[in-house]
């Protein structure tokens, strides 16, 4: 299953709760990525990051916070803002200089009720 | 920023024959075309990529195809078995970088017996 790992695989959160996702990759990667997957639909970008202590927004970063301070690890925050956080949180990662290959994690189903 | 179109949403073929995926891109900068292919509850896992400097590209019962100037890349797969069903979706780098991928909204597989 490769050296990406994300926990836990299923989350329950109460609205209004800051909820944060775990990724850590032992692949030696630079870049790490996180997605949002909802049923029925494609993988949308939520934040990405090419090195240690820098990252950048994706197509849906409102309501998400994340943070690189080690190149292994890379976590995902959903905040209260997030209108609609229900979904399944993938986390990927790249060797870049190599390839834009993308290795995904299993996964975590959020559910907020 | 990047456009992902990907038909049909679903597709349905008698075992042994063949299936073709399509899709079209925004980005002329996109340069790295994945097909990833997702089982139900599962992390999606790549199948087969292709490089914008290549136009096909083959691995035993998978091929992928693209078309720069008509900006659309197809995923052909041959000889279809009960364990090809599954949600396959396609996706481009947006900016041609490693900023993270766009992706379909992926298209369903279903293998008849």
């Known amino acids: 299953d490769g050296g990406i790992t994300q926990s836990p695989k299923y989350l329950f959160r109460k609205e209004g709760q800051n909820v944060t996702l775990s990724c850590e990759q032992n692949?030696?990667?630079?870049?790490m990525y996180w997605y949002r997957q909802d049923p029925g639909q494609g993988l949308r970008l939520i934040y990405y990051s090419q090195i240690v202590n820098d990252f950048q927004k994706g197509d849906i970063a409102e309501g998400y916070s994340v943070s690189r301070e080690k190149k292994e690890s890379f976590p995902l925050t959903v905040t209260s803002a997030q209108k609609n956080p229900t979904a399944f949180y993938l986390c990927?990662?790249?060797?870049?200089?190599?390839?834009?290959?993308?290795?995904f994690g299993p996964g975590t189903r959020l559910t907020v009720t | 920023g990047e456009n992902v179109e990907q038909h049909p949403s679903t597709l349905s073929v008698q075992e042994g024959d063949s299936a073709v995926i399509k899709c079209t891109y925004s980005d002329s900068a996109s340069n790295y075309f994945p097909w990833y292919k997702q089982e139900l509850g599962k992390r999606p896992q790549l199948i087969i990529d292709i490089r914008s400097n290549v136009g096909e590209k083959k691995d035993q019962r998978i091929a992928v195809t693209l078309n720069k100037t008509a900006k659309h890349f197809s995923l052909h797969i041959t000889e279809t078995q009960p364990e090809d069903s599954a949600v396959y979706f396609c996706?481009?780098?947006?900016?041609?970088?490693?900023?993270?991928?766009?992706f379909g909204k992926g298209t369903h597989l279903i293998i008849q017996p």
């Open positions: 990927a990662s790249s060797i870049v200089s190599v390839s834009y290959e993308q290795y």
């Open positions: 996706a481009a780098n947006s900016g041609g970088g490693a900023d993270g991928l766009t």
């Open positions: 692949l030696n990667h630079d870049a």
